[in-house]
């Protein structure tokens, strides 16, 4: 079963109905529109048919903070944007400046307002109602009941078009759709080969129009990505928009993912692998981790060293 709305006939390549609110009814489709921009390469490089990859060509700029594929789980190489321990050392020095030149006394709850962009095919496809988008932002408030973010649903907008649902052309999407300014959270639902994508937020000023994730539409509560259904991808997803590395990140180093309270990790999980200690370093692996590609049923939790990072990182980037 594929998780769509019944068909919609439309006669348009290109047709939008942008919902003003979550709570508002849809407006009327606008008179098609010829997309001038000349084609950038979307170009995702997989390795070995199913599994990781990063992007190159033209979504290079988009900075892209991680892709999961609902694929087999085995060590393929970053599957994100490479951040080397150089870079982080400047990004976190950069980080600690803009702190300092904030006020103290962030609030207690960042409300961050959520927008859905659901990317359609023309004949309907992955076209999913109010009801499950509303689902999948209850997801994230749930996932992160605790930390500090609470999520709301700020608008809907559908766009119909082929190339799009197939995330072909998402830098030009993305600037085409994106609303709100850097602490907007924007979410694109689409159909491909990757369970999600993020950007980081130290890259928002220098990308803001394509700043957002991108989820696959199956992996949405109640999808048919199996062992990927209960909307957790995007919780995952929006961990690295709030500044969050992989828990694997770095492998068995004591730097690791940055967060001193999630063990070392030599690589990514699959499945539920519990108890599983896979660095000689203190602790097991965080397999219940948000952060780690264990599957949808077996995530619980962030840790309380990730919380302080991404509020940390929320108020030096996306205030």
Same mark, same amino acid.
């Given at each position: 079963m594929r998780l769509t709305t019944p068909v919609r006939t439309v006669a348009a390549a290109v047709a939008t109905v942008v919902l003003l609110g979550a709570g508002s009814a849809a407006a009327a489709a606008p008179p098609p529109s010829s997309v001038g921009a000349a084609e950038t390469p979307t170009t995702v490089c997989p390795t070995g048919g199913q599994g990781h990859g990063h992007e190159t060509s033209g979504d290079a700029s988009a900075r892209s903070a991680g892709a999961r594929t609902a694929g087999p789980r085995t060590v393929r190489g970053p599957d994100h944007r490479e951040v080397s321990v150089v870079e982080q050392r400047v990004i976190e020095a950069r980080t600690d400046q803009l702190l300092a030149q904030r006020s103290a006394g962030a609030p207690a709850v960042r409300e961050v307002p959520t927008y859905v962009h659901v990317m359609a095919g023309e004949d309907g496809e992955g076209d999913v109602g109010r009801a499950v988008v509303r689902r999948q932002v209850r997801v994230l408030d749930r996932t992160y009941r605790g930390s500090g973010f609470r999520f709301?649903?700020? &608008?809907?907008? +559908?766009?119909?078009?082929? +190339?799009?649902? @197939?995330? +072909? +052309?998402? =830098?030009?999407? @993305?600037?085409?759709?994106? @609303? &709100? =300014?850097? &602490?907007?959270?924007?979410?694109w639902l689409v159909d491909f080969e990757y369970l999600g994508v993020a950007t980081f937020p130290w890259d928002q000023a220098d990308s803001p129009a394509l700043d957002g994730v991108r989820v696959d539409v199956e992996s949405v509560p109640g999808g048919d990505l199996e062992r990927f259904d209960q909307g957790k991808t995007a919780t995952h997803e929006v961990g690295h928009w709030l500044g969050l590395y992989h828990t694997f990140q770095g492998g068995c180093t004591r730097r690791n993912d940055l967060v001193r309270d999630t063990p070392a990790q030599s690589s990514q999980s699959a499945g539920c692998p519990a108890g599983r200690d896979s660095c000689a370093l203190p602790g097991r692996d965080p397999v219940h981790n948000y952060m780690d590609y264990s599957d949808d049923a077996c995530y619980e939790r962030f840790s309380t060293g990730q919380v302080d990072r991404m509020r940390s990182l929320f108020t030096a980037y996306r205030t």
């Open positions: 709301d649903l700020a &608008g809907i907008d +559908r766009t119909y078009d082929d +190339r799009y649902h @197939r995330d +072909r +052309r998402s =830098g030009e999407y @993305r600037a085409e759709t994106r @609303r &709100g =300014g850097p &602490g907007a959270l924007n979410i």
